[in-house]
């Protein structure tokens, strides 16, 4: 074979490869399209769940929150044998528990003779999460727009039910949480309340 013919094929196959090459970046391209609107419309069905995902949390974060102060609240009525209070601002969505500390005096050991010092630190809920009710011995509908929760040195309580409530601009249907304090133990226990223990209509299935 002649040097002549030779180029002729080597130029002929790198041609052919040169085609070769294009379609398969064509594909390629295409199928990158694809994937990127497929990605897409799952990302927008996507989106919703997962915000209303991240308001369930935040429910379940505030809950745990005041069950958590309240069991601060119980330790230090006990060690320090005084009464601790925690406020409730329903209307307003707050909280905050009342130390009674008491500042020594100097030159007095009386505990009577010292000088009280308030300390409080006011809580506020999240975004799209609300006091319903507190429901407590004394207003056992929760009607009452303050509360107040008293925790003895005996290690027992105000009996309660702090009732949080769940509920956006895009939500069909709110959510709930209970904390509930003993009387007797002033322990907190966390759950979650269904629409039906709430008195709201259930959505039958089709």
Sequence with gaps: MSFGKARFKMRKMIERNKHIAADNTGMTLIETMIVVV?????LIFAVPNMRGLHERNKLITASRQIAGLIRYARA????????IELNIDIANHEYNLD????????????????????????HELPQFVFFKKVETE????????ETTL????????????????NIT?????????SVEISRATALPDVRKLSASEMGLPVEEED
């Design 76 to 83: 230090e009525a006990i060690t320090g044998e005084r009464e």
């Design 38 to 42: 497929i990605l897409s419309t799952l």
């Design 138 to 145: 004394d207003d056992p509908d929760g009607r009452e727009k």
């Design 169 to 177: 601009p895009r939500s069909k249907t709110p959510s709930f949480m």
């Design 99 to 122: 130390l009674k500390k008491y500042a020594r005096v100097l030159g007095s050991g009386d505990r009577k003779a010292q000088k009280p010092e308030r300390i409080e630190e006011t």
């Design 150 to 165: 008293t925790f003895y040195p005996d290690g027992s309580a105000t009996g309660a039910r702090i009732i949080l409530e």
